[in-house]
Every structure is written in structure tokens, then in C-alpha cells.
């Protein structure tokens, strides 16, 4: 994101403009079409462009196009919490990655989020507020609001200075928070 860039609204592919809407609610949507299991690639291709463009494309340019979409303009970077060691330096880059905000799991957290760190009713900011802002917003709540502390919650790991009872709580409230339904694996 570019704060020179104005929010994008049209794009040209092939010599051709296409108009595009990718107002955050539009963009969930082409999320949950998918997460949708019974459609073929192709089929999910079409779909997505129709739920964002104005126009129905046909079935094998609509898989590049939606590649070139997707990629261009709704891929969602994770970036993993920087964590810091009691001095305040950070620890180094864990190789593994996982996601600590599932969009439609964790929809109440972050609407209660969006209320409590900017008073805005996402319900209302359907079909206004576009895709890189809602990525920005999300990205920058504050540490206080009830999403980033269930991200740091799913994002801890013990360290040797940890009591076993402070462990053992922290255990607990990662397995209320989980992303899957597996309990997580305890460490001691």
C-alpha cells in the first residue's frame, strides 16, 4: 500500500480496463466462494470475477484473469507479531508460520475491534470501505483491542522465565482461541 496510490477501482489487463469493486465485504465474499469445496477452479474463477467485476468472464480467461486479481489486488500478506525478549530486543524470526486471524472466524473480534479502536460499524462500512484499507485498519489495531490480544494469546510460546501456573493459563486460552478444532500441544 501507497499512500500516493489512490485505492484501486479500475485496472488494465490485456489492453483491456475492467472496472473492479473491491469494497471489503465484496472481497469476504470471494472468500467464502473459495473456501467452497463443490466448485471446480474454474467455476470458483468465475464466480469471484462476477462477484467483483461488472462484466461475466468466459471460462479460460477467467482463471488468468482471476490469477492475475488475486494476485494484483486481494492476496493477504501474513506478517507474524514481532516479539520482543524482556529487554525489549526482538526475538528472532520463527520459520514456521501460521495464521493468527481467520476473517470469518474471528468476524465478532474484529468488528468489536473496528468499534472499539476507530467507532467504526464494519456493517455499515459494507460496500465504502475498500480492501487495502480494511487490511490497514486490521493491521494496525491497537494492543488493546480484543483481536490483537487474541493474537498475541495464539502467537505465545513459553519461555524458561514462565511459571507453570502462568503456562498452564496461557495453554488454556490458546485452546479458547484456536483457529483449528485441535487442542494444542502441551508444553511445560
Request: proline letters at 4%.
Amino acid at each position: 500500500m501507497r499512500l500516493n496510490d489512490p485505492l484501486v477501482t479500475s485496472f488494465l489487463y490485456e489492453s483491456e480496463e475492467y472496472s473492479i469493486d473491491l469494497a471489503f465485504d465484496n472481497v469476504l465474499d470471494v472468500f467464502d466462494v473459495l473456501g467452497d469445496e463443490t466448485l471446480r477452479d474454474y467455476e470458483k474463477a468465475e464466480i469471484c470475477l462476477s462477484l467483483l467485476l461488472d462484466e461475466s468472464i468466459q471460462k479460460k480467461e477467467a482463471v488468468e484473469l482471476w490469477n492475475y486479481v488475486y494476485e494484483s489486488f486481494i492476496h493477504i500478506e501474513s506478517k507474524r507479531p514481532i516479539e520482543y525478549d524482556r529487554k525489549g530486543n526482538p526475538l528472532p524470526v520463527q520459520k514456521e508460520h501460521k495464521p493468527f486471524i481467520d476473517l470469518d472466524k474471528d468476524a465478532e473480534y474484529i468488528f468489536a475491534s473496528f468499534q472499539q479502536a476507530y467507532k467504526m460499524n464494519l456493517y455499515q462500512e459494507q460496500g465504502n470501505l475498500h480492501w487495502r484499507e480494511f487490511q490497514a485498519l486490521l493491521n494496525g489495531l491497537p494492543s488493546d483491542t480484543i483481536m490483537q490480544r487474541i493474537v498475541q494469546i495464539r502467537a505465545w510460546e513459553p519461555s524458561k522465565g514462565d511459571s507453570a501456573e502462568y503456562k498452564k493459563a496461557m495453554h488454556h486460552l490458546q485452546d479458547i482461541y484456536a483457529l483449528d478444532d485441535e487442542e494444542q500441544e502441551e508444553v511445560d
